[in-house]
């Protein structure tokens, strides 16, 4: 995987320790742990799934200390079994300690994220179809959740309002209906930005396929209206389906021929992935 903009990950990571440090530091470390004391530590999975975030959990140790030695034995998109050692960490004990809650909770999430994607990613694998996030992030970390669903297996929808314009309902509905839309979204966009549209039925998606757009969003229809929808469209746009897209209904909707199915809940709605730092030696 490509890395994270180091950057975002240290602004990410000095907001998030800041919020935990609050205005007196740890006073548990400080009370309890001797100055010099060292610490030699292990990030360890305690279940099956997809790695993600080693880098900001890389960040949070340094940024508490540049003396921590972080040495990761996995690298982020691996799969990881229950046992398996994600990183070591040697270093001054106050800093570690202080430093892991924020390192695992970056860690744990983003790992959630990319074991979802990858979840739904397997139910799909025998099709053309690909697994897309959506804007549905937590605020502040869509970032570090769409390099998550990288990490799964997965691809990214548009990282925010300024990347494509994609038309939904209420836009529709505002603009006076599909066609009026459309020919507005082609006046107002530069050359390098892509259309997308959002139809509920067959009826509007015929008049997108006369109309134009780079991509067509087709929303809440059953497997066999997004086969139909999916003839129709004969390859002159890419086809996007959309809405309560579950575990038990991924695999139907990707063999109707789709080409991407869009998934707000490996974002939004993640379990967190259960990882743990077990000291091996405190000196």
């Avoid at 994220?113 to 397997?122: F, K, L, R």
Wanted: glycine share 8%; charged share 20%.
């Amino acid at each position: 995987m490509a890395p994270l903009d180091p950057i975002s990950v240290r602004r990410a990571v000095e907001a998030a320790l800041a919020e935990d440090l609050g205005r007196a530091g740890d006073l548990t470390s400080a009370a309890t742990v001797p100055a010099a004391a060292r610490a030699n530590v292990a990030i360890v999975s305690r279940q099956f799934g997809r790695l993600a975030g080693l880098q900001l959990a890389q960040a949070a140790f340094g940024a508490l200390d540049p003396q921590i030695l972080f040495k990761s034995e996995k690298a982020d998109a691996d799969a990881i079994l229950p046992g398996d050692v994600i990183a070591r960490i040697e270093g001054p004990a106050r800093a570690v300690l202080t430093a892991e809650r924020t390192a695992l909770n970056f860690l744990g999430h983003l790992s959630g994220v990319a074991t979802a994607t990858a979840t739904y990613a397997d139910l799909i694998a025998h099709t053309k179809a690909k697994i897309c996030c959506t804007r549905k992030t937590l605020p502040g970390l869509r970032v570090f959740q769409k390099y998550a669903v990288r990490c799964g297996g997965g691809s990214n929808h548009r990282f925010g309002l300024d990347d494509a314009i994609l038309i939904k309902d209420n836009h529709i509905a505002v603009a006076g209906g599909v066609e009026q839309a459309l020919k507005a979204a082609k006046a107002a966009a530069g050359h390098l930005v892509k259309i997308e549209i959002e139809v509920d039925d067959l009826d509007q998606l015929d008049r997108v396929i006369a109309e134009g757009a780079d991509v067509v969003l087709l929303d809440n229809m059953d497997p066999a209206t997004l086969s139909e929808a999916v003839r129709r469209i004969g390859g002159r746009m890419i086809a996007e389906a959309s809405g309560n897209v579950s575990l038990e209904t991924v695999a139907g909707i990707a063999e109707t021929g789709v080409d991407l199915i869009s998934v707000g809940r490996i974002t939004h709605s993640a379990p967190n992935l259960d990882l743990g730092l077990d000291a091996e030696l405190v000196l």
